[in-house]
C-alpha cells in the first residue's frame, strides 16, 4: 500500500528511555528492504544516524533540522539541500543570549557548537549521544563572520522567562524565523521558508521518485502537522498535540507505547 515511511524521531519513534525499542527496530529491518525509510527531525545528522543504523536503514536519506538540511546517503553523502540563518540574525541571537546569559547552541552541517558544558549541554548530549565543540557564542561568531557563515538550527535553553524575552524580541524585529518551543525551557530556531513537509516532497520528486501519497508518516508535534497533512497516510502517536490529532488520518499508541510499530505491523506485518 505504502513505498514510503517518513517518521519523527523524539516524541514518536524512541521509548521512554529514549532507545529504539527491539519491536521497532524488528519491524523496520524486516520492511526495510520493500520500502523507503525516512528519519525526519529538528535533529543534526550525527544525532540521527546511530539510530539509522540500529535499523540498518544507514543508505537511506535523511531530512535533519526539521528540513533545513536534506541529505542523501545512498552511495556516497550528498547534501540535497540546505537553508540556514543569515549571520546577521546568528550573530544577534548570540550576543543577547550572552548578554542575558542564556544557553545558546549552534549548529551547522553536521557540527554543534555550544557555549559551555554546561546542565544544558550535558542534557542534549545524553539525549542525542552527540558532542559538542565547546566555544563561546561571541568566538563562533568572530569565525563566522568572514565568510558570513549560518546556522542550520539554534537551539536556546535556560528560564522560561528568558525565552519569553527572546521570543518577544524576534517577534519585534519581524525576524524571518521559525520560532518553536517543545517545552517553556527550550526554544529551536530555524529559517522561516523550511518544512519537513517540503523537504519530503522534495526528497521523493529528486531522489525517491515516490508520489507524496504512497508514503505513510508519523509525528506527534507542531512541526509534523503540514507533513502528516500532505502524505497518503498521516498517524499521529496517542501523545501528540491536540492539533497533530485533528489533522491526521489516524491516531495510534503513544510512542512510548511502540505507537509506530503498532501501525507499521497492521499495515506490513
Not at 516532497?201 to 502528516?228: C, H, P, R, W
Request: charged share 25%; proline share 4%.
Amino acid at each position: 500500500m505504502f513505498k514510503a515511511i517518513c517518521t519523527d524521531i523524539d516524541g514518536t519513534l524512541l521509548n521512554p528511555e529514549r532507545e529504539l525499542s527491539k519491536r521497532t527496530i524488528d519491524i523496520i529491518k524486516s520492511l526495510k528492504n520493500d520500502v523507503a525509510v525516512v528519519l525526519a527531525s529538528s535533529r543534526m545528522p550525527a544525532a540521527m544516524r546511530h539510530l539509522q543504523e540500529s535499523l540498518d536503514i544507514m543508505n537511506q536519506p535523511l531530512i535533519c533540522y526539521n528540513g533545513g538540511y536534506i541529505i542523501s546517503q545512498n552511495d556516497s553523502i550528498k547534501v540535497l539541500d540546505s537553508v540556514t540563518i543569515p549571520f546577521a540574525l546568528c550573530e544577534f541571537i548570540a550576543k543577547w543570549s550572552h548578554n542575558e546569559n542564556l544557553h545558546a547552541g549552534f549548529y551547522l552541517d553536521d557540527d554543534w557548537y555550544a557555549p559551555s558544558e554546561d546542565q544544558w549541554t550535558l542534557r542534549e548530549i545524553n539525549n542525542t549521544k552527540v558532542k559538542a565543540a565547546i566555544l563561546p557564542n561571541l568566538d563562533l561568531m568572530d569565525s563566522w563572520k568572514a565568510q558570513e557563515k549560518g546556522a542550520h538550527k539554534i537551539m536556546c535553553m535556560g528560564e522560561p522567562k528568558l525565552i519569553d524575552n527572546l521570543v518577544a524580541e524576534l517577534y519585534s524585529m519581524d525576524a524571518p524565523l521559525h520560532l518553536y518551543r517543545s517545552k517553556d525551557t527550550y526554544l529551536e530556531i530555524a529559517p522561516l521558508q523550511i518544512s519537513k513537509a517540503s523537504a519530503l516532497s522534495q526528497l521523493l520528486q529528486t531522489e525517491l521518485k515516490i508520489d507524496i501519497k504512497e508514503v505513510i508518516a508519523f509525528g506527534d508535534n507542531y512541526n509534523d502537522i503540514e507533513m502528516l497533512q500532505a502524505v497518503g497516510c498521516g498517524v499521529a502517536v496517542g501523545n501528540a498535540k491536540d492539533e497533530v490529532k485533528n489533522v491526521a488520518d489516524e491516531i495510534t499508541l503513544p510512542g512510548k507505547e511502540d505507537g509506530v510499530a503498532a501501525t507499521l505491523e497492521k499495515y506490513f506485518g
